[in-house]
């Protein structure tokens, strides 16, 4: 643990409210001013938990956020904000931010070996709501956005994480890995596709994530001037992906590469070990063509990368107890379907809205399930599935390209469309807190 943790109280009104930077020193501060408040613990500060946590504590409850990084987590490509995960967005009143801070880009381009276009949709195709949504922001600086719109009235828990729940009647007992057990009357679980809320409270991942046979970088790499402001995406045989899109700084890029296992094999690495993370690529995209090697070099030193396989969740019940599933702990759709900002934003507006309506938690746990779980599962159904994101063959990878030709014309352009209007797929109940 580091020596040199910070702990800052914050004075805010007739509340005072603690920072906690690091976990070390969790024990020996108190949230003031908050003691006749319900608290809610939230595992994970990403978009799911932080958007959460902004809406509860509207609504008066006291929230802790416990984040396993030491710090809000930087990094990944563009999400989209679309649809309904748009409209909440706008009702935090952030939207404007959100638009100035967004990607321009030209639209998404299918390319050869040699980076010549083989199949292009332009960002105005689908008005704004197709491949590349109207707003796409870096999903850091989103992070970002959402943490400044909380302000300082959240204590944070960083570099930390649940390692055991235990619920009674009027309360959870949580254990953490570093700082002191403590009670919460609820949990929130926010912490991803690997959640450990989910795994406390419901059982181990098998039982819910169902892997799509998909592995994938995200990294930023130095600007590429071929781009011209365009998405490019290069499919390669062997179910090998590279993507790069223009970064929000001109200087860079962020790119991305994916990789589907070989027949009957298990893919096995170390999550922290980058360099092994690093060879295993190297071992996948040797003499892929395309930039695929200078993205190789740049995964090897960017200070965002990450590498994950791509599944789905899928619980019967997003709740038990006193505790509750949000964002991709609790239906990961996976980042083919684009839309799993949308769930997870919408997730934590309906949740905090029914806690926020005073119902009790009963009552509101399965209202949040009832709203949202319809949304959730057409998010994830995939069109394309792993195999039109990621074809085996040169053949398919030559349909693929055909098929996104057509896609503004008849009658692709149709299914496409039902695809892209998911995100729309819900009638978001408005809350008293709402702007
Ligand atoms: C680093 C990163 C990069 C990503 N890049 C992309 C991308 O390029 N494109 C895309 O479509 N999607 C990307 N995603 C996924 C995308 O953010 C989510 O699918 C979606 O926005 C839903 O968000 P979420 O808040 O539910 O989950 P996530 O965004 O996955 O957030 C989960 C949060 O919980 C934290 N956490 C994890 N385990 C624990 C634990 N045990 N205890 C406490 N905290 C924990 C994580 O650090 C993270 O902050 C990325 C996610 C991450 C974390």
């Known amino acids: 643990m580091k020596a040199s943790t910070v702990v800052t109280a914050i004075g805010r009104s007739k509340t005072a409210t603690v920072l906690v930077r690091d976990c070390s020193l969790a024990g020996t501060v108190r949230t003031l001013g908050t003691m006749n408040k319900r608290h809610i613990l939230i595992s994970g500060a990403s978009i799911a938990g932080l958007a959460c946590a902004y809406w509860l504590r509207n609504y008066g409850f006291a929230v802790t956020i416990v984040e396993i990084a030491p710090a809000p987590r930087a990094g990944g490509q563009a999400v989209d904000l679309r649809g309904a995960g748009r409209t909440v967005v706008e009702r935090m009143g952030m939207l404007e931010d959100a638009r100035s801070i967004g990607l321009e880009q030209a639209g998404i381009s299918w390319v050869d070996e040699h980076g010549r276009s083989r199949a292009a949709i332009s960002s105005d195709d689908f008005d704004g709501e197709g491949f590349i949504s109207e707003i796409e922001i870096l999903r850091g600086d989103l992070v970002d956005l959402l943490n400044r719109r909380i302000g300082d009235e959240v204590e944070y828990l960083f570099n930390d994480t649940i390692t055991e729940l235990a619920q009674d009647a009027n309360g959870v007992?949580?254990?953490?890995?570093?700082?002191?057990?403590?009670?919460?009357?609820?949990?929130?679980?926010?912490?991803?596709?690997?959640?450990?809320?989910?795994?406390?409270?419901?059982g181990p991942e098998e039982q819910f994530v169902n892997s799509l046979g998909l592995y994938t970088a995200w990294f930023t790499a130095p600007a590429f001037d071929d781009l011209d402001g365009w998405y490019q995406t290069y499919n390669c045989a062997g179910g090998l992906v590279a993507s790069i899109r223009p970064g929000r700084i001109s200087t860079e890029s962020k790119a991305a590469l994916s990789f589907r296992p070989r027949r009957g094999e298990t893919i096995r690495y170390d999550r922290r070990d980058r360099l092994a993370q690093v060879a295993l690529l190297d071992e996948r995209f040797a003499g892929a063509g395309w930039h695929t090697a200078r993205l190789l070099e740049a995964a090897r030193t960017a200070s965002d990368f990450s590498l994950d396989g791509m599944g789905q969740v899928d619980l019967d019940r997003w709740f038990n107890g006193r505790v509750a599933l949000i964002g991709d702990a609790a239906a990961c759709p996976s980042p083919l379907s684009g839309l799993g900002t949308s769930v997870a934003l919408v997730g934590a507006y309906v949740l905090a809205?029914?806690?926020?309506?005073?119902?009790?938690?009963?009552?509101?746990?399965?209202?949040?399930?009832?709203?949202?779980?319809?949304?959730?599962?057409?998010?994830?159904?995939?069109?394309?599935?792993?195999?039109?994101?990621?074809?085996?063959?040169?053949?398919?990878?030559?349909?693929?390209?055909?098929?996104?030709?057509?896609?503004?014309?008849?009658?692709?352009?149709?299914?496409?469309?039902?695809?892209?209007?998911?995100?729309?797929?819900?009638?978001?109940?408005?809350?008293?807190?709402?702007?």
């Open 173 to 202: 007992d949580v254990v953490f890995r570093h700082a002191p057990a403590r009670r919460f009357d609820l949990v929130i679980g926010a912490d991803g596709l690997h959640s450990s809320a989910r795994a406390a409270a419901f």
């Open 353 to 435: 809205g029914e806690l926020g309506s005073g119902a009790g938690h009963v009552a509101a746990f399965e209202a949040y399930d009832r709203i949202v779980r319809p949304y959730a599962q057409g998010a994830q159904q995939l069109a394309g599935g792993t195999g039109g994101f990621a074809p085996m063959n040169e053949l398919t990878i030559r349909l693929v390209q055909a098929s996104m030709s057509w896609a503004t014309r008849w009658p692709v352009r149709g299914f496409m469309e039902k695809q892209f209007n998911k995100s729309t797929d819900i009638e978001l109940p408005y809350y008293s807190s709402d702007l």
